[in-house]
Nanobody
Framework: QVQLVESGGGLVQAGDSLRLSCATS????????MAWFRQAPGKEREFVAT????????FYADSVKGRFTISRDNAKSTVYLQMNSLEPEDTAIYYC????????????????WGQGTQVTVSS
């Protein structure tokens, strides 16, 4: 099993930055494809960003391109999401996800999920 624990969320104003962290345990982290999803109030969970196990490939949702950066530190078994220029529309619970196979942008592709961390952006 893989355990994922998100942290770093909070209440900020529009234009501010936050850095989310996802600590993992239970499996060799370097072989996991990692991703971030989010779920805003009244909406379905949506893809945000993903990163390959090597860190050499990343992909972002159009809504966050140029503002968010996903990265990983395999030595620390941790994946990060640096969020800059935050907007009220970014308000959501952010979830870390891990996949033992190829990953992707679909929720069903991921085997493991964290409990989420709340990000609230005021205008």
């Amino acid at each position: 099993q893989v355990q994922l624990v998100e942290s770093g969320g909070g209440l900020v104003q529009a234009g501010d930055s936050l850095r989310l962290s996802c600590a993992t345990s239970g499996r060799t982290f370097s072989r996991l494809t990692m991703a971030w999803f989010r779920q805003a109030p009244g909406k379905e969970r949506e893809f945000v960003a993903t990163i390959s196990w090597s860190g050499g490939s990343t992909f972002y949702a159009d809504s966050v391109k140029g503002r968010f950066t996903i990265s990983r530190d395999n030595a620390k078994s941790t994946v990060y999401l640096q969020m800059n220029s935050l907007e009220p529309e970014d308000t959501a619970i952010y979830y870390c996800a891990a996949d033992t196979a190829g990953g992707g942008v679909r929720i069903g592709s991921y085997d493991y999920w964290g409990q989420g961390t709340q990000v609230t952006v005021s205008s």
